[in-house]
């Protein structure tokens, strides 16, 4: 199994940048797409980015796109989430996941080692 630990999130103010990692470590398939997700209370877990194993494909939630940007450094085993222009709809968990294969997935059930989750509150 891949363990993954998130880090990065914080409180920060409607306009402001934050960076978020996910370091993975552990046995497990040697190469997967990654994902990030978020969820906010009372709502379900949604869908933020993704990213192929490669590198070369990713694809964005339509309420984060142009504003996000995922990339993966596999070197160091670590996928990171660049958020600029955050909104107080941005506030929420975010979690990064193991996908399924090397192809980056966007639904939930093509994710299998999930991290504990870092908070992201941003403030109006």
């Known amino acids: 199994q891949v363990q993954l630990v998130e880090s990065g999130g914080g409180l920060v103010q409607a306009g402001g940048s934050l960076r978020l990692s996910c370091a993975a470590s552990g046995r497990g398939r040697s190469s997967y797409g990654m994902g990030w997700f978020r969820q906010a209370p009372g709502k379900e877990r949604e869908f933020v980015a993704t990213i192929s194993w490669s590198g070369g494909t990713t694809y964005y939630a339509d309420s984060v796109k142009g504003r996000f940007t995922i990339s993966r450094d596999n070197g160091r085993n670590t996928v990171y989430l660049q958020m600029n222009s955050l909104k107080p709809e941005d506030t929420a968990v975010y979690y990064c996941?193991?996908?399924?294969?090397?192809?980056?997935?966007?639904?939930?059930?093509?994710?299998?080692?999930w991290g504990q989750g870092t908070q992201v509150t941003v403030s109006s």
């Open positions: 996941a193991v996908g399924s294969n090397s192809f980056a997935a966007t639904s939930l059930p093509d994710f299998g080692s």
